[in-house]
């Protein structure tokens, strides 16, 4: 029998996105709820609880109160929420991010998905600070912009209304929720400043990371840095780290060149004999950042193959 697999908030942009990559598997079976008991929590608990897998595209209050419905301890939960990735007993959903994490995916029964910024910073940060390159201490400064259609239903038609802005930079707080996880998991022993931005396209994302090279362990050159990174992910699928010789010969990025992929671009830039560099990570903040990770979540946790329907 196929696994059965229920996406609870099916209706929102990732949860519409998992399940157009999932609607022609033969080897699981989606679950869906009426549409009329959406909000009802006996239905919902009802379909929660006779799934194999669960994922959870929800606002983080609701991924909380999801769990806290599910009662059999068979059941496998994605949270593709906030709520719970730096939280005690959920594994972090980045497969990529350490050689030992996939395995920890495959064993787990709770599994938070990665915000989308995360995913660029974390995968250039943490081979970095894991090599001794990068000092945990070093003040690191994250700048991103995202397509609209991360920030849900509301901001997707702001800018998609005739008077919608080009652009908006936020999170000026500095309070992101993001922040907390791309400190963990990117070995950080202090929070980076964190500069989100999302402009008038719909899907797609840029992050950079600016480094000043002489306060890095050993003033490394921009060779270093990129050593390190196609070491990291040298065996990767997903994740492709492009040679300087193809690096240096651009002059821009789009950040909507992987939309509809899995995939995640690093590249470094920098003049040879520099003492500056620029690490860009580009992703589609729906696919890598979010529906196409639930995904390979999912494939892992289940024992399919993990590139199906990716």
């Not at 397509?147 to 930079?169: H, L, N, Q, V, W």
Request: with cysteine; hydrophobic share 40%.
């Amino acid at each position: 029998m196929s696994p059965r697999i229920f996406i609870d908030g099916e209706a929102g942009t990732t949860g519409l996105q998992i399940q157009q990559r999932l609607a022609m598997r033969q080897d699981i079976s989606l679950m869906s709820i009426d549409p009329l008991h959406r909000k009802d929590p006996a239905a919902r608990a009802d379909m929660l609880n006779q799934a194999d897998l669960v994922i959870l595209c929800l606002p983080d209050d609701a991924a909380r109160e999801a769990v806290t419905l599910i009662r059999s301890p068979s059941v496998k939960i994605i949270d593709a929420s906030s709520a719970h990735r730096t939280a005690a007993g959920w594994t972090y959903g980045f497969a990529e991010m350490d050689p030992d994490q996939r395995a920890a995916i495959v064993a787990s029964r709770r599994v938070s998905n990665p915000g989308c910024y995360p995913t660029g910073a974390i995968a250039l940060i943490r081979p970095l600070v894991s090599s001794g390159l990068l000092p945990s201490d070093y003040p690191v400064t994250i700048n991103a912009v995202s397509g609209y259609t991360g920030g849900g239903k509301a901001m997707i038609a702001e800018f998609e209304s005739s008077d919608g802005e080009a652009f908006r930079a936020y999170g000026l707080s500095l309070q992101h929720k993001h922040v907390p996880e791309m400190t963990v998991y990117a070995g950080l022993a202090q929070p980076p400043v964190f500069a989100p931005s999302v402009a008038r396209f719909a899907q797609g994302m840029i992050v950079e990371i600016p480094l000043h090279l002489d306060r890095l362990s050993g003033g490394p050159g921009i060779r270093d840095i990129q050593a390190v990174l196609e070491q990291a992910y040298r065996n990767e699928a997903f994740v492709d780290v492009v040679p300087l010789s193809q690096t240096s010969k651009l002059d821009r990025l789009n950040p909507e060149v992987l939309n509809g992929t899995n995939h995640l671009r690093l590249h470094v830039f920098g003049p040879e004999g520099g003492r500056q560099a620029r690490l860009v990570a580009v992703l589609d903040n729906l696919g890598k950042g979010a529906s196409g990770a639930a995904v390979q979540n999912m494939n892992l946790m289940l024992g399919l193959a993990e590139g199906a329907g990716l």
